[in-house]
């Protein structure tokens, strides 16, 4: 069954120090993974995703096959990273997105 | 282009009463698709259009619900007889065709309250 995991629902971390949200998932195929952002008051959009390989807001993700893994990372978070972040695929054959529950990033001052 | 717009952003009825929903997405995009999303949940796939038709249906959406895109453009999703677990946002997203290659737009959503 495809499934995405996110284990935290919240995770609090201090202005300057690194921050890491955990994304397992389940797919037998060749998922594309993603990660969404939802800033207070905003809608969802799309952060990063894995194919692009690219650096968004200075947050990183990279695909462990082996461990089923997409976590996100920033070396040094900052105040206006403090959002719902969620994790999410889609299979080789599908349109659609399979979300994760979101894990609440609240940066400490 | 002002995005994906929904409309309304909020609906409170009665249960059993019938609502209906409405996604206008950005212009150029080909493919339309409905989430739900509980409380402490992440959105759940409902359904998705490309232009008018209908190619995908999530076994989340009863028969009670329906969506139409008539003209491959605009989107309705109709809940019929609605019930307390119909309470939910309902996200609109659009895309343009070529699979994930191309994101996802998200509406602001509309929040469903059934009282």
């Known amino acids: 069954a495809q499934r995405v995991t996110q284990p935290e629902k919240l995770l609090s971390v201090f202005k300057g120090a690194p921050v890491e949200l955990k994304c397992n998932y389940s797919?037998?195929?060749?998922?594309?993974l993603f990660w969404y952002v939802q800033y207070s008051r905003q809608r969802l959009q799309l952060l990063l995703r894995h194919i692009s390989r690219e650096s968004i807001k200075g947050f990183t993700a990279d695909l462990n096959k082996g461990e089923t893994s997409f976590h996100l990372k920033k070396p040094f978070a900052q105040e206006e990273d403090s959002a719902m972040y969620y994790c999410?695929?889609?299979?080789?054959?599908?349109?659609?997105?399979?979300f994760g529950k979101g894990t609440r990033l609240h940066i400490l001052p | 282009d002002t995005g994906v717009s929904q409309d309304p952003r909020h609906k409170i009825t009665k249960r059993g009463q019938n609502v209906t929903f409405r996604c206008d997405p950005i212009s150029e995009h080909n493919r339309l698709y409905w989430y739900r999303q509980t409380l402490g949940q992440g959105p759940e796939f409902l359904t998705y259009?490309?232009?008018?038709?209908?190619?995908?249906k999530s076994r989340l959406l009863s028969d009670r619900f329906s969506a139409e895109r008539p003209k491959g453009s605009f989107s309705t999703l109709e809940i019929q007889r609605t019930e307390q677990g119909d309470s939910a946002m309902y996200l609109c997203?659009?895309?343009?065709?070529?699979?994930?290659?191309?994101?996802?737009?998200f509406g602001d959503g509309t929040r469903l309250s059934i009282l």
């Open positions: 999410a695929l889609s299979g080789d054959r599908d349109d659609k997105i399979i």
């Open positions: 259009f490309q232009n008018e038709a209908q190619l995908e």
């Open positions: 797919y037998s195929g060749s998922p594309e």
């Open positions: 997203a659009s895309s343009r065709a070529g699979g994930l290659t191309q994101p996802q737009h």
